[in-house]
């Protein structure tokens, strides 16, 4: 088993607004992110809610606050999408993909988990 599968992925410098879509290397526009999830999102901003139908940006965690967007399940395994930018961040970006849940349930049982 590896590291990455019991402590997460490694942190990466992300651009909020890829570079691909015009987004500059300036700190206003740079955030640290799981490797993985950014993989995962590389050049999209946004995308369709699946519940509402209606498009929605990624959430951007240096505008919007976390806890408007998003909850914990019970457990603290999963991520839950509150808003249309919720729900489209977790689907795009994978945020409840197995190898994070199986990560997340070791920090629950050490107690680090989930945040307050």
């Given at each position: 088993?590896?590291?990455?599968?019991l402590i997460?992925?490694?942190?990466?410098?992300?651009?909020?607004v890829?570079?691909a879509?015009?987004?500059?290397?300036?700190?206003?526009?740079?955030?640290?992110?799981?490797?993985?999830c950014?993989?995962?999102?590389?050049?999209?901003?946004?995308g369709f809610?699946?519940?509402?139908?209606?498009?929605?940006?990624?959430?951007?965690?240096?505008?919007?606050?976390?806890?408007?967007?998003?909850?914990w399940?019970?457990?603290?395994?999963?991520?839950?999408?509150?808003?249309?930018?919720?729900?489209?961040?977790?689907?795009?970006l994978?945020?409840n993909?197995?190898?994070?849940?199986?990560?997340?349930?070791r920090?629950?049982?050490?107690?680090?988990h989930?945040?307050?």
């Amino acid at each position: 088993m590896s590291s990455s599968t019991l402590i997460g992925m490694p942190l990466v410098l992300e651009h909020i607004v890829p570079r691909a879509r015009g987004g500059r290397t300036v700190r206003a526009n740079l955030w640290l992110a799981c490797y993985r999830c950014n993989e995962f999102k590389g050049a999209r901003i946004g995308g369709f809610d699946l519940l509402t139908r209606q498009h929605a940006r990624i959430f951007d965690p240096r505008r919007q606050r976390w806890h408007e967007h998003f909850a914990w399940t019970a457990d603290g395994l999963q991520i839950v999408g509150l808003t249309q930018t919720g729900r489209v961040t977790v689907r795009l970006l994978r945020l409840n993909n197995p190898q994070i849940v199986r990560a997340r349930h070791r920090w629950v049982q050490a107690g680090w988990h989930p945040p307050r």
